[in-house]
T-cell receptor, first 116, second 116 residues
Framework: GAVVSQHPSRVICKSGTSVKIECRSLDFQATTMFWYRQFPKKSLMLMATSNEGSKATYEQGVEKDKFLINHASLTLSTLTVTSAHPEDSSFYIC????????????FGPGTRLTVT | AQSVTQPDIHITVSEGASLELRCNYSYGATPYLFWYVQSPGQGLQLLLKYFSGDTLVQGIKGFEAEFKRSQSSFNLRKPSVHWSDAAEYFCAVGTALYNYGQNFVFGPGTRLSVLP
């Protein structure tokens, strides 16, 4: 149980375009999802916390107009990178928290974004 | 706020040798402690966690970790390393107030290389 999927696993897009990454909890309802960004050979950096039905909470330094997060249902959160630039190229990982397990989060496999 | 340090950026061990990865945390109350492993280009896999009770925790893949409150440490150990253990290892600490993402912090990671 507690499986989280991400789609796509890899995506290449051109500068100036937008790309959407989906994060789904497959076998549980996730009231809270998190979006992380990981630079090469670095640790995970929390970008935002997404609560179902409400606006996401962004960490300091993360542009909310550039990284749009929508948590429309208890099993789906999306991250849209708008007007992508090469410096947005990174590994994006989502995680989801199950209400019945307050202190654990389950990670998706990640999405590799390359902006050309 | 809590913080996590992993003093070793990179460790190299020979296959069959024992392993210890260090993790130190800073938090005023009892923390929730985790170890994750990440293979290149992959998401995070939970190795083990400590919430309460027995301070020696057994995990998957033959790993164990010991919580030492007096030393604020949660070191990961394995008696005999396999070549497939080569990966990045992240220690993380969470608090009881977990809905907000900043209450879950990752360490910088330790890269493990295994010599044949």
């Amino acid at each position: 149980g507690a499986v989280v999927s991400q789609h796509p696993s890899r995506v290449i897009c051109k500068s100036g375009t937008s790309v959407k990454i989906e994060c789904r909890s497959l076998d549980f309802q996730a009231t809270t999802m998190f979006w992380y960004r990981q630079f090469p050979k670095k640790s995970l950096m929390l970008m935002a916390t997404s609560n179902e039905g409400s606006k996401a909470t962004y960490e300091q330094g993360v542009e909310k107009d550039k990284f749009l997060i929508n948590h429309a249902s208890l099993t789906l959160s999306t991250l849209t990178v708008t007007s992508a630039h090469p410096e947005d190229s990174s590994f994006y990982i989502c995680s989801a928290k199950a209400p019945s397990r307050e202190n654990e989060q389950y990670f998706g496999p990640g999405t590799r974004l390359t902006v050309t | 706020a809590q913080s996590v340090t992993q003093p070793d950026i990179h460790i190299t061990v020979s296959e069959g040798a024992s392993l210890e990865l260090r993790c130190n945390y800073s938090y005023g109350a009892t923390p929730y402690l985790f170890w994750y492993v990440q293979s290149p280009g992959q998401g995070l896999q939970l190795l083990l966690k400590y919430f309460s009770g027995d301070t020696l925790v057994q995990g998957i893949k033959g790993f164990e970790a010991e919580f030492k409150r007096s030393q604020s440490s949660f070191n990961l150990r394995k008696p005999s390393v396999h070549w497939s253990d080569a990966a990045e290892y992240f220690c993380a600490v969470g608090t009881a107030l977990y809905n907000y993402g900043q209450n879950f912090v990752f360490g910088p990671g330790t890269r493990l290389s295994v010599l044949p």
